[in-house]
Each structure stands twice: as C-alpha cells, then as structure tokens.
C-alpha cells in the first residue's frame, strides 16, 4: 500500500526552511531534487542541488524506502546546498532580515562603568551650560562652600582648578543655535534643530565649560592611591647642520644647551591627597650603572681557549691533581685580572682635574718670580721611576717577563735612600748570576717572554739614557765621577736653577751603590756606540 512522506527540507545558506510531500514506496533522492526545484523558492537547478541528511551527501540513485524504513508520520529533516550559479531566480531572502528593519536612528553608546559621584557645583555648572544650548530657564544655585569643595575634588586628583567653571553666564538670547532633548533607548540626548545658525556669546561659553565638566564628571569619587609623575616634555636636540644653515642665512645658531624655564621642567609628584611630594627629577639609582663588556670579551675568550687545551691533553679525570693546578691558574688569572681593573679605577679616580689655563695678565708670575721646582723627598717614588705596568689582565708570560725586574729597579733607585746605606741592595753574587742566567735562557726561549722582557729593558735603560745624558751635556768623553766634576768648571755662570737641578743629579747619582753607577755608565757606553750593542744585561 502506497503512503505519502513529509520531509522538511532545510537551507541553511539563506535561513530558509519548507516540507515536501512525496511517495514512500516509488520516490528516489533525484525525484525529490525535481520536488525541491519546483516548491522552493528560486527554482534550483537540479544539477546544482545537494540534498544532505546527517552528514552524508546522498546519492540521486538512493531511494527514499531504504533510507526511512519507518512510519509515515516521522519527521524527516534534510539540509539543502545550491550552488550559488544553479539558482534560475533570485534566491530566498534571509529570514533574520525580514521585520526588523528600524528607523536609522543612531543607537547610544551603552558604558558598563557606574556613574561616578562629582560635587555638586560641577554638576550644577553642567546643567547650567545645557540650559545655555536648549534655552530653558536655569534656576540653579551654587555656593562658596561648593566652590571649596569642587576645587579641592579636582586638585586631589592631580588636575589644576578651570578659570572657567568661574565666569557666569550671560543672559540667555532667543537666537543662535537651539538643541532639542529627546529620549534615545531610554537615555537622554540633545539633537541639534539649525545646524547653520551662529552660537551666541553665551553659548560659546557653554561650549567651554562642556569641555571642562564632560571630564570632571568622569572622575572617580575618591583620588587613586598610586602616585602621578608629570614631567615637561623634553626638547629634541638641534641637528649639527641647521646651525651651519642659519648662519649662511644670517639668522643667530641654537643652542643645544639651552635651558627652559624652571616652571616647565619642574618635576611634580603628587600623592593622593593632592600634596607635592617632590618637584626635582628623580634621583637616579647609584647601583644601576653602565657595565662595559668590551673589555672582558678578549681575555675570557683567550683564557677559555688556553684552559681548554690543556684540559685537552692532560685529562684532569685521570689526574686529579692536574686538575687542581689548572683549577689554581684559571683563579690566578681572574683574580690579577680583578685586581688590575681595580687599581685602574683608584687611579682613575684619584686623578685631579688640570687647571684652567692662565691668561695673559692675570695671575701671571714673572719669569724671574717663578718659585723653582721642588725636589722629591727621601721616601717619595722619584720623577723617573718605572712607570706602573698597564692596567690588564696579567698572563703568565708577564710574570715571567718581570723576572728580576723589580729586584733591578730598587737597586737602580736606590739614591731615595740615605747615605751609608748601600748595604741593603749588595751586587748580585757570581751565584746569582749564574741562577739568572739559566732561568732566563729558558724562559726567554717563547717569543711571548722574549718579546715582553725586551720592552721592559729598553723602556729602563731609556731612563738611564736620559739620567746620564743630562750629567754629561757637553762632555764627548766616558761618563765618570771626574768627568762631572770637571764639566761643573766649564759653566761660569750658570744659573740658580740650573745649578740647583744639576747638584740634585749629582747628589743623585753619588748616592747609588758602586756597582748600579758601573751599569749606568755601561748603559750610556752602549746608546753611543762604544759597546757591541745589544742589550746591557747581557754582559752580566
């Protein structure tokens, strides 16, 4: 027995939906396709239809029996898709449209933030200018008790008390533009009625005072706790070539150093209560300074490589004792490299600024009223002593370079000392020499050492040079006692400075054991030429 189905057939597409009836027995998917062109709206093309039931696209072959085996009266929802080329006309009109087009009043801006609570003198100069603009009679009434409280509102949340909120209004004038109120979902709103009409004094002033209370109204009733910074905006530097520019047109230069009044770069802090905390910038935090990477790149990536090739070839898991040594020479190193930095910046900071340079007729000594130099005391480091050796990260070619330097150079200033007491730096014994001289024929055997060692005599028998060539100016023949002695009678009238100068190098020179002034003036026999060259200490 043949009976009739119901299917409802959706189209998402366009929020559309309607049901067709057809045969349960005889109906196949490409019947209901011709069913779908002829019922719904558009007429859909059948090629371009697609019937879908949960999930699955089906097929014009499937019949409808096999895929409902039930009762005639269960529903059958299936969804429609059209290609959008298959519709013969316009498609169906979305059903959200439909009885809900409105008038193109424009909808309020809905806020979700309550209504802060203002002082009423606001309030009521608010309403006032509003009366200005709808030209209804204001009958409010404000007080100098409200005034006080108003000002104190505002200057409590940071903000400087409006000239304007202070001038009255003028009486109201029929003319000039005219707002209307009107009610907008429930809210109040004024709509302009003459768009092309003038505003009148009056109503200029309204204006003004909206744009002072439209804000104060939206402050918070108690001040915020944090604190408030407002600083001047800083003033871009003047680029180098516009000065260059404003004097090929006559026009006075800027001056990057110019200051702004003291009033717009005055720092104001306020804390909650409206007081001023502080009107000075903030101070800067000593511990945050600049720390310069530069220096420390070159000797952490030399000290990594050098650690890494000895751990290379000694295994320290095999040797721990190995280990420990390496362990002791990386800290060595860090720590002399610490302690150079450290001394660098005592000196740097112990360091006096030079003085200003004296002008021609001010503060001007003569020549002849010029007090002499003083001489050095007897513990003082004298003028031509070894200069500190540079402040970096010591190596161990360093140290090895120095070997015996210090112990030379006390002997060779010796002269700080006073007389009779020679006895404390002794000529080096035969033995001692002969120790010398191994440790340095090993030790010089690296260029590194070699190099480093050669620097550190020429720069002290550079001093002596000069030491000696100042005792012997004018005297061609061998640098001794008498020919000092001798070279003071060729003067016969030396000045006081000079003579004062030249008793200090004698007394200088005399004061050194007997066996530095041998080195000296072997020191002056090499820089002239009379020795074989080479170095000094090479004949010891």
């Known amino acids: 027995?043949?009976?009739?189905?119901?299917?409802?057939?959706?189209?998402?597409?366009?929020?559309?939906?309607?049901?067709?009836?057809?045969?349960?027995?005889?109906?196949?998917?490409?019947?209901?396709k011709y069913l779908i062109s002829d019922t719904c709206p558009g007429a859909p093309q059948v090629e371009g239809q697609r019937?879908?039931?949960?999930?699955?696209?089906?097929?014009?072959?499937?019949?409808?029996?096999?895929?409902?085996?039930?009762?005639?009266?269960?529903?059958?929802v299936v969804h429609l898709s059209v290609h959008p080329s298959a519709w013969r006309d316009s498609p169906p009109v979305l059903e959200a449209r439909k009885g809900k087009e409105k008038d193109s009043k424009p909808e309020p801006t809905r806020t979700t933030h309550a209504v802060p609570v203002s002082p009423s003198y606001i309030l009521s100069k608010h309403r006032q200018a509003l009366c200005q603009l709808t030209h209804e009679p204001s009958t409010f009434v404000q007080s100098s008790t409200d005034r006080e409280l108003a000002v104190?509102?505002?200057?409590?949340?940071?903000?400087?008390?409006?000239?304007?909120?202070?001038?009255?209004?003028?009486?109201?004038?029929?003319?000039?533009?005219?707002?209307?109120?009107?009610?907008?979902?429930?809210?109040?709103?004024?709509?302009i009625v003459n768009p092309n009409a003038r505003p009148t004094p009056a109503q200029l002033q309204a204006f003004e005072v909206l744009s002072y209370t439209l804000e104060l109204l939206k402050l918070p009733g108690k001040p915020s706790q944090q604190n408030r910074v407002a600083s001047?905006?800083?003033?871009?530097?003047?680029?180098?070539?516009?000065?260059?520019?404003?004097?090929?047109?006559?026009?006075?230069?800027?001056?990057?150093?110019?200051?702004?009044?003291?009033?717009?770069?005055?720092?104001?802090?306020?804390?909650?209560?409206?007081?001023?905390?502080?009107?000075?910038?903030?101070?800067?935090?000593?511990?945050?300074v600049q720390v310069n990477l530069r220096p420390l790149i070159i000797p952490i990536l030399m000290l990594s490589l050098r650690t890494l090739l000895l751990l290379y070839f000694v295994a320290p898991a095999r040797k721990p004792f190995l280990a420990l040594m390496i362990l002791a020479w990386v800290g060595w190193e860090i720590w002399g490299w610490v302690v150079g930095r450290g001394e660098q910046g005592a000196a740097d900071a112990n360091v006096d600024a030079a003085p200003p340079p004296v002008q021609q007729g001010q503060n001007e000594a003569p020549p002849q009223q010029r007090p002499p130099q003083p001489q050095p005391q007897a513990d003082n480091v004298p003028p031509n002593a070894a200069p500190a050796p540079p402040n970096a990260a010591p190596?161990?070619?360093?140290?090895?370079?120095?070997?015996?330097?210090?112990?030379g150079e006390l002997a060779l200033n010796s002269f700080s000392l006073t007389q009779g007491r020679h006895e404390n730096y002794p000529e080096p014994s035969v033995l001692r020499k002969a120790i010398s001289f191994v440790v340095l024929f090993c030790i010089t055997a690296h260029p590194a050492v070699w190099n480093r060692r050669r620097k550190l005599?020429?720069?002290?028998?550079?001093?002596?040079?000069?030491?000696?060539?100042?005792?012997?100016?004018?005297?061609?023949?061998?640098?001794?006692?008498?020919?000092?002695?001798?070279?003071?009678?060729?003067?016969?009238?030396?000045?006081p400075e000079r003579e004062q100068a030249r008793q200090y190098l004698v007394s200088k020179y005399l004061s050194r054991p007997i066996w530095v002034r041998r080195y000296m003036i072997?020191?002056?026999?090499?820089?002239?030429?009379?020795?074989?060259?080479?170095?000094?200490?090479?004949?010891?």
């Open 522 to 540: 072997r020191v002056m026999r090499v820089g002239r030429g009379e020795g074989d060259g080479g170095w000094v200490d090479a004949e010891d």
């Open 51 to 76: 019937i879908i039931w949960r999930g699955r696209v089906l097929g014009n072959e499937e019949r409808v029996a096999e895929l409902w085996p039930m009762a005639a009266d269960t529903p059958i």
């Open 395 to 407: 190596s161990i070619f360093d140290t090895l370079a120095q070997f015996d330097i210090p112990q």
């Open 232 to 288: 001047s905006p800083s003033r871009p530097p003047v680029p180098a070539h516009l000065n260059t520019l404003l004097q090929q047109m006559g026009l006075p230069p800027l001056n990057n150093a110019q200051e702004m009044p003291a009033a717009d770069n005055a720092w104001r802090v306020y804390q909650a209560d409206g007081n001023v905390l502080a009107a000075q910038p903030p101070a800067v935090n000593a511990q945050v």
């Open 1 to 32: 027995m043949a009976s009739a189905i119901g299917i409802r057939v959706e189209l998402p597409a366009y929020g559309y939906s309607f049901t067709i009836t057809t045969e349960l027995s005889s109906a196949t998917i490409l019947s209901l």
């Open 457 to 495: 005599l020429r720069m002290r028998e550079g001093r002596v040079r000069v030491e000696m060539g100042a005792l012997s100016a004018g005297d061609e023949t061998a640098v001794t006692i008498d020919a000092v002695d001798a070279q003071d009678n060729d003067n016969d009238n030396p000045s």
């Open 152 to 191: 104190k509102f505002v200057n409590s949340h940071g903000f400087i008390w409006p000239a304007a909120l202070d001038i009255e209004f003028g009486v109201a004038e029929q003319d000039g533009v005219r707002y209307q109120s009107e009610i907008i979902d429930g809210r109040p709103y004024l709509r």
